[in-house]
């Protein structure tokens, strides 16, 4: 009896081994995931500019995985471009490659640039103040001139179409695993600096906070700020309060809450958006079209009386 017992619990336990080094098996042999690169233009997509540059970037890696960030940046506005980048980035791994193409002086002195940060992601575009939010956040580990011809496209350059011949050719090289240090000479971060965008910080004193609206929220006419939701926390309001405030040359009363649906429909109200940031917001409607007002515009809040 006692042999049979023990034969048993042998078998079984071979049997747990078994499917150990089966699962290992399977874990060792799997495949690597495919390199990612998030790509971000101002293009739009009504013409085939996205799906050239996409062309390139396969060309050049076959395997590659391409997440659209956005091609509907707002024309020529480098500051949501780096909003874009600053809200997006956290959520990708280690070394991802971000493409982004929002390029106002394309064709012009501007350096063409890769950027690597401290979290270990590259960032591929001008110098031209794209990175200054995630620069603030993640710290620059090292930065490079896009001089290497042999990573761009073509031996004649469009003066107007970086973002195919120089931008997207470069992150496929990078995210294809070759030496991204082959890409050009290194930049001394001591004597040359990347170029920064010239944002002024929200004014807390004694009255209040001065601040402003630096953007609207996609095609939902949401306006945001730049007051985080620590800073907007200073002034003392609380869930469900009325708050005062200026915006531009409106004078505007809406109760801080949770979520639009706090409010009946076509009512303003104030909130911390997905960013973390205050927003001035008309629920179900454009507040943006609602008080006519378009970013950059002052906005003033007092603090609870």
Sequence with gaps: ??????????????????????????????PASPPTVVFMTDFGVIDDSVALCK??????????????LTHQVTPFSIIDGARFLFGASPYFPAGTVFVTVVDPGVGSARKAIVVKTKRGQYFVFPDNGLMTLVENRDGVESAREITNRNWMVGAKLSSTFHGRDIFSSVGAHIAHGEDWTLVGPELDLQTTKLVRLDLKAPLLDADGIKAEIIATDGPFGNLVSNIDAELFGQLGYKLGEDVHFKIGEHSISAPFVKTFSDVAVGKPLLYIDSRGHLGFSVNQKSAAKTYDIAPPAKFEIPRKK
Excluded: W
């Design 1 to 30: 009896m006692y042999r049979r017992l023990f034969a048993i619990v042998l078998a079984a336990f071979a049997g747990v081994l078994f499917q150990v080094a089966s699962a290992q098996t399977t874990i060792a042999t799997s």
């Design 55 to 68: 062309g390139v970037m396969y060309g050049i890696e076959p395997n590659l995985r391409i997440v659209d």
